[in-house]
């Protein structure tokens, strides 16, 4: 079988920001978006953008994340708007104006998206999946953002429901086993790394979302401390009552949204 080509693709990556300084210039609907896929990665944006190009929905932002959200009711000045600033995300309908605020983003070497002029983005928005820390992301590359919407919706449909608390569970339990086994790398790495992985492939994902903090505990005594890899069942635990599985108005999608500050388990899809 012939090797899939390398290349033509984008690096898609879970990009940590959180306590960042992110700047947002625009504040319509694009505007709005970017600021909500923001918050989700727990960095600090400043707006800025005249009050009347602020739609409803931005406004509510600003409302509800006063620490958060420091907002400056004005254009962009210049240089001057970029001291100290993490990322840069423009939403504005002014063509030459944004491509003088990439242009002096790239001067600082600081990250830009600039909305709908894929040729001045570092990096691109995809269409997005949510669900607690899970986060399943779709790019097009920039070819066909309503293509990737209706991946997105496929890949909802595909669900269970059971997938976000599933990784929050599995997360826990990664934690305690590095409180018992710590160290970074080499063999005792490789070892949890291992047990993890063997743990994982042995459980159906819904046994996941039982675990509680006694049963994380009976499974690192008798499936760590063993060297085994015990069943559900064989801690105590049951599935006759599984967690509630979330609805599918829980499982939250990203019309656009970037992969940043995912936690745990992110699968990715490129056209």
């Known amino acids: 079988m012939a090797t899939q080509e390398l290349g033509g693709g984008s690096l898609l990556i879970a990009w940590q920001l959180k306590n960042k300084r992110v700047l947002v210039v625009g504040g319509g609907q694009v505007a709005s978006g970017r600021i909500e896929s923001i918050l989700v990665a727990d960095a600090n944006i400043i707006l800025i953008s005249p009050k009347d190009g602020l739609t409803s929905r931005t406004k509510l932002l600003l409302e509800e994340y006063p620490t958060r959200i420091t907002y400056k009711d004005r254009v962009f000045l210049g240089p001057e708007d970029l ?30 998206n600039v909305a709908d002029i894929p040729d001045a983005c570092d990096f691109y928005f995809g269409s997005q999946v949510r669900d607690g820390p899970l986060q399943i992301m779709i790019s097009t590359n920039g070819d066909s953002p309503r293509m990737a919407a209706m991946i997105r919706q496929r ?46 492939n042995a459980w159906e994902m819904e046994d996941f979302t039982v675990l509680d903090d006694e049963l994380i505990k009976r499974l690192l005594d008798e499936g760590w401390e063993k060297h085994r890899v015990p069943k559900l069942a064989d801690i105590g635990g049951s599935r006759d009552k599984p967690a509630i599985a979330a609805s599918p108005a829980t499982i939250v999608p990203y019309a656009v949204g970037a992969i940043v500050g995912a936690i745990g388990c992110a699968f990715a899809y490129r056209r």
């Not at 939403?91 to 104006?97: L, M, N, P, R, T």
């Open 83 to 112: 001291v100290d600033i993490d990322m840069v995300l423009t939403a504005i309908d002014d063509v030459e104006k944004s491509r003088e605020i990439y242009q002096l983003s790239r001067e600082a070497k600081i990250p830009i």
């Open 155 to 200: 890949i909802e449909r595909c669900l269970s429901g059971y997938e976000g608390e599933a990784v929050k569970k599995a997360g826990a339990l990664r934690s305690k086993l590095k409180e018992r086994a710590p160290g970074v790398g080499g063999e005792v790495g490789k070892k949890r790394m291992r047990w993890m992985i063997d743990i994982c």
